[in-house]
């Protein structure tokens, strides 16, 4: 899951015309030496690391975020078939059954992810080529996972295929946040160094951006579009919940695993005192873009 935003504009209408292409480029991958395959490949190997311990670290933040997502589904979700795109955990899947799905399916790369859901029934499946008839779901909801996709336009001419409403979310464009910073530096002081796929996806897509959004999801066939930034409170704010959050995330997760417990304790130690003296950084509250279509 991409963290990058800004807490810039308000709501964006749909715009068909003059879309530039998103996803990842030649550019951005040329230098890599890696395929943009082999970039994916590396995502989901670190997710399927991240997941025995995302539940403590990351999960409490996404769960909140989820819940925000759901409730801006621009259809009702009671009564509804819902299918949760890059579920991971499975925390959109469980906040939609909380909001009275009839069923849910959740469709993600990482197995490991999947496994430690419960937001419905499993699916291993590739964004770009879903493994659904069309018009399998009254509604796709798609929490951060859409600047993972490849190329965003055929993801979402996908989802329009297979779903007849969206509901996603994104982290807003330049967002971020004391701890970030505090516990990356924090980890490369014991020597961590991120993996090429967060090297690539790190510096944020326009993916993100809500007039983008906007428009390629008009381009997709949705016609009733929106998008725009909200705040989300997640109810995170001690510098151990704060590090716990960063130390869960994928792009740390093979670190963390690769060291031995007693330096583990370390890390931990180490990014706990770093937030606590980052100035301010105060409850976690996260500027959310959220893009809701039929």
């Given at each position: 899951?991409?963290?990058?935003?800004?807490?810039?504009?308000?709501?964006?209408?749909?715009?068909?015309?003059?879309?530039?292409?998103?996803?990842?480029?030649?550019?951005?991958?040329?230098?890599?030496?890696?395929?943009?395959?082999?970039?994916?490949?590396?995502?989901?190997?670190?997710?399927?690391?991240?997941?025995?311990?995302?539940?403590?670290?990351?999960?409490?933040v996404?769960?909140?975020?989820?819940?925000?997502?759901?409730?801006?589904?621009?259809?009702?979700?009671?009564?509804?078939?819902?299918?949760?795109?890059?579920?991971?955990?499975?925390?959109a899947?469980?906040?939609?059954?909380?909001?009275?799905a009839?069923?849910?399916?959740?469709?993600?790369?990482?197995?490991?992810?999947?496994?430690?859901?419960?937001?419905?029934?499993?699916?291993?499946?590739?964004?770009?080529?879903?493994?659904?008839?069309?018009?399998?779901?009254?509604?796709?909801?798609?929490?951060?996972?859409?600047?993972?996709?490849?190329?965003?336009?055929?993801?979402?001419?996908?989802?329009?295929?297979?779903?007849?409403?969206?509901?996603?979310?994104?982290?807003?464009?330049?967002?971020t946040?004391?701890?970030?910073?505090?516990?990356?530096?924090?980890?490369?002081?014991?020597?961590?160094?991120?993996?090429?796929?967060?090297?690539?996806?790190?510096?944020?897509?326009?993916?993100?951006?809500?007039?983008?959004?906007?428009?390629?999801?008009?381009?997709?066939?949705?016609?009733?579009?929106?998008?725009?930034?909200?705040?989300?409170?997640?109810?995170?704010?001690?510098?151990?919940?704060?590090?716990?959050?960063?130390?869960?995330?994928?792009?740390?997760?093979?670190?963390?695993?690769?060291?031995?417990?007693?330096?583990?304790?370390?890390v931990?130690?180490?990014?706990?005192?770093?937030v606590?003296?980052?100035?301010?950084?105060?409850?976690?509250?996260?500027?959310?873009?959220?893009?809701?279509?039929?």
């Amino acid at each position: 899951m991409g963290d990058e935003g800004d807490s810039g504009s308000g709501p964006a209408e749909l715009t068909a015309a003059g879309l530039p292409a998103t996803g990842l480029s030649g550019n951005e991958l040329s230098g890599t030496g890696l395929s943009a395959a082999e970039l994916t490949a590396g995502l989901r190997a670190s997710y399927d690391i991240a997941a025995d311990d995302w539940a403590d670290g990351p999960g409490p933040v996404y769960d909140r975020l989820a819940a925000a997502l759901v409730a801006a589904a621009p259809v009702p979700v009671a009564g509804r078939l819902v299918l949760d795109l890059g579920a991971g955990a499975g925390v959109a899947g469980r906040a939609a059954l909380a909001a009275g799905a009839r069923r849910v399916a959740g469709a993600d790369l990482s197995e490991a992810m999947l496994r430690r859901g419960g937001g419905g029934s499993p699916v291993v499946a590739d964004a770009l080529a879903l493994p659904f008839r069309d018009r399998s779901f009254d509604l796709v909801v798609a929490a951060f996972c859409l600047n993972h996709l490849e190329r965003l336009e055929a993801g979402l001419a996908e989802i329009r295929r297979v779903g007849a409403a969206l509901a996603a979310s994104l982290f807003a464009p330049g967002w971020t946040h004391p701890a970030k910073d505090a516990v990356d530096e924090a980890v490369r002081s014991f020597g961590y160094r991120p993996p090429v796929w967060h090297t690539v996806l790190a510096p944020g897509s326009r993916a993100s951006d809500p007039e983008i959004l906007a428009g390629h999801a008009a381009a997709a066939g949705f016609t009733n579009v929106r998008a725009y930034v909200t705040a989300v409170p997640t109810g995170l704010a001690t510098p151990a919940e704060l590090a716990a959050w960063r130390l869960g995330m994928a792009h740390l997760a093979s670190f963390m695993r690769s060291l031995s417990p007693p330096d583990r304790a370390a890390v931990r130690r180490a990014a706990e005192r770093a937030v606590a003296a980052a100035a301010g950084p105060g409850p976690l509250v996260v500027s959310m873009v959220v893009l809701t279509a039929s």
